[in-house]
């Protein structure tokens, strides 16, 4: 599969999973199905990482986008208040802390003294994250998750710290597919015990259905597209979104 086939299977499983976020009577399994749509998100963005001409015009662009779903996120809920809200949607956020923590690891094995300047720099905006409130008074009465649009924050983000950590094993391991699919696998057993621990349903290890999709990857990036993935997805959730009030007005 190339990489535009796993993106696209990817926007798939996306779409089912907010249809069934937003619509309670779709499907539970659409939520089961959507596991595997952030992991192959995450997959075809280390690889085009790996083989981006400019690694800052790669970077810029997640951050950009995240401003916007911050935005959007805060226009939406002002303009269409509902019980649930438009909900954090900002996958933008953790794949530009992974890329920038590939860059830093990969620059402090060539060179440690950049390469510490760089992860100091990060170690500030963590920093920066829980200090933004004091230093900007109009941020005070906004949530965790709108000021990491904002200063991203290796705590909090839409999946956590440990999906950014999957994303450095995805990169460091991308020509090591044995030591890769067990790494992956670990990582879905432990979400299955993380979720059973407290109680929960477990879900989120059925991402353990993206990873044949992975491993059928035959380095390829296939067709472009790049603007429609960016575009897509705060156009389909701010949609579902909408369309979900109106349904729910019109009861």
């Given at each position: 599969m190339t990489a535009f086939s796993l993106k696209l299977t990817a926007?798939?499983?996306?779409?089912?999973?907010?249809i069934g976020l937003y619509f309670p009577a779709a499907p539970v399994w659409f939520r089961w199905l959507g596991r595997g749509a952030y992991p192959l998100f995450l997959f075809c963005m280390v690889q085009g990482y790996a083989h981006t001409r400019s690694r800052i015009?790669?970077?810029?662009r997640l951050y950009l986008m995240s401003l916007f779903m911050t935005a959007l996120g805060l226009f939406l809920d002002a303009c269409f208040p509902s019980e649930s809200g438009y909900g954090n949607h900002n996958i933008f956020v953790p794949l530009f802390l992974t890329g920038v923590l590939i860059s830093a690891v990969e620059l402090y094995q060539r060179d440690r003294r950049h390469g510490g300047?760089?992860?100091g720099a990060l170690a500030l905006f963590q920093v920066l994250y829980g200090f933004l409130p004091?230093?900007?008074p109009f941020t005070r009465g906004l949530s965790g998750d709108v000021l990491t649009g904002l200063v991203p924050s290796l705590a909090v983000n839409e999946f956590g710290f440990e999906f950014v950590a999957l994303g450095l094993a995805l990169y460091f391991l991308r020509d090591r597919r044995e030591a890769l699919t067990a790494v992956y696998l670990i990582f879905c057993v432990y979400q299955f015990s993380a979720e059973s621990l407290y109680g929960y349903f477990p879900v989120q290890w059925m991402m353990v259905l993206a990873l044949?999709?992975?491993?059928?990857y035959n380095g390829e990036k296939?067709?472009?597209?790049k603007w429609f993935f960016y575009m897509y997805y705060p156009a389909h959730t701010c949609l579902l979104f909408l369309l979900a009030g109106a349904l729910s007005e019109g009861k």
């Amino acid at each position: 599969m190339t990489a535009f086939s796993l993106k696209l299977t990817a926007v798939v499983l996306m779409t089912l999973d907010h249809i069934g976020l937003y619509f309670p009577a779709a499907p539970v399994w659409f939520r089961w199905l959507g596991r595997g749509a952030y992991p192959l998100f995450l997959f075809c963005m280390v690889q085009g990482y790996a083989h981006t001409r400019s690694r800052i015009h790669y970077l810029l662009r997640l951050y950009l986008m995240s401003l916007f779903m911050t935005a959007l996120g805060l226009f939406l809920d002002a303009c269409f208040p509902s019980e649930s809200g438009y909900g954090n949607h900002n996958i933008f956020v953790p794949l530009f802390l992974t890329g920038v923590l590939i860059s830093a690891v990969e620059l402090y094995q060539r060179d440690r003294r950049h390469g510490g300047l760089l992860l100091g720099a990060l170690a500030l905006f963590q920093v920066l994250y829980g200090f933004l409130p004091a230093l900007l008074p109009f941020t005070r009465g906004l949530s965790g998750d709108v000021l990491t649009g904002l200063v991203p924050s290796l705590a909090v983000n839409e999946f956590g710290f440990e999906f950014v950590a999957l994303g450095l094993a995805l990169y460091f391991l991308r020509d090591r597919r044995e030591a890769l699919t067990a790494v992956y696998l670990i990582f879905c057993v432990y979400q299955f015990s993380a979720e059973s621990l407290y109680g929960y349903f477990p879900v989120q290890w059925m991402m353990v259905l993206a990873l044949p999709l992975m491993l059928r990857y035959n380095g390829e990036k296939g067709r472009g597209w790049k603007w429609f993935f960016y575009m897509y997805y705060p156009a389909h959730t701010c949609l579902l979104f909408l369309l979900a009030g109106a349904l729910s007005e019109g009861k």
